[in-house]
């Protein structure tokens, strides 16, 4: 499976994003999807995650009532909406796909794919 994140850019700070992660190869609906994001000098931490039906859905608690999570399976494509943001939220955004971890205690080495990131910056 390949994942292709995109949407973000450089927004003021309240504004919102729509990030977008297109899968090809695989079955797109045999994994569970996740969002994750690395600001400069932090590690790599958990955004949000949607089950492989789309109906449940986790947060990170920096993100909950801000950003929304949701997938299209027949269009093999997840997306992360995200709205009032804040400096705080500046980071690379990845899409991650993963065969057997939801909900919001992702192990980052169970892993099965990665995007290649997508640069988020909100300026104050």
């Known amino acids: 499976v390949q994942l292709q994140a995109s949407g973000g850019g450089l927004v003021q700070a309240g504004g919102s994003l729509r990030l977008s992660c297109a899968a090809s190869g695989g079955t797109f609906s045999d994994y569970v999807m996740g969002w994750f994001r690395q600001a400069p000098g932090k590690e790599r931490e958990f955004v949000s995650s949607i089950s492989w039906s789309g109906g449940s859905t986790y947060y990170g608690d920096s993100v909950k009532g801000r950003f929304a999570v949701s997938r299209d399976n027949a269009k093999k494509a997840v997306a992360l909406q995200t709205n009032s943001l804040k400096p705080e939220d500046t980071a690379i955004y990845f899409c991650?796909?993963?065969?057997?971890?939801?909900?919001?205690?992702?192990?980052?080495?169970?892993?099965?794919?990665w995007g290649q990131g997508t640069q988020v910056t909100v300026s104050s």
């Open positions: 991650a796909a993963s065969r057997d971890q939801w909900g919001s205690r992702w192990s980052q080495g169970r892993v099965n794919y």
